[in-house]
């Protein structure tokens, strides 16, 4: 029999890989400082709160930029898009009057496709953004996408 795999020479082996990996396993449980959770009434900003209204004023004022370009007008849709909320009337209307004086009408359905989407499974907020634009989409002359049959696509 080879001695070096007798019975106790393979228990010592053992003990020893053991007696290492736990000294190991107790220095690296050292080693890491001990974080506990933050408390729910941290505060996590020393900002000021932007209320609603001037967050929808500082959106309808990005968006009335006379300067505005198209990757500004995307980046700023993209941004408002990815916020956790619907965009309210007043600033869709700034984005598709933005779109007009770009003579982009394919940014104008993208805005009202995301709007649509944004709206997820609430049926009846895409509905009344519709309602409540309906002059501006007149007067610029924009279809909603419901009115060119893109929506069926």
């Known amino acids: 029999m080879n001695p070096r795999l007798s019975p106790t020479h393979c228990g010592t082996m053992f ?3 053991f007696r290492l990996s736990a000294t190991g396993a107790r220095s690296l449980a050292r080693s890491r400082p001990c974080y506990s ?8 900003s020393h900002g000021k709160v932007e209320t609603d209204e001037e967050f929808d004023a500082r959106w309808v004022t990005y968006f009335s930029k006379p300067d505005i370009d198209g990757w500004e007008l995307r980046k700023g849709m993209n ?3 990815g916020y956790d909320l619907v965009p309210e009337a ?3 209307d700034s984005a598709l009057r933005a779109c007009r004086r770009l003579n982009d009408l394919a940014s104008a359905i993208r805005i009202l496709e995301a709007v649509k989407d944004k709206a997820g499974p609430h049926k009846d907020i895409y509905p009344y953004l519709i309602q409540e634009l309906k002059p501006t989409l007149s007067e610029l002359g924009i279809s909603t996408p419901e009115e060119l049959g893109i929506d069926k696509l």
């Open 37 to 44: 959770a933050p408390s729910a009434t941290r505060c996590y």
């Open 79 to 81: 941004t408002l898009i």
């Open 15 to 17: 003990r020893a890989v």
């Open 90 to 92: 007043k600033i869709l």
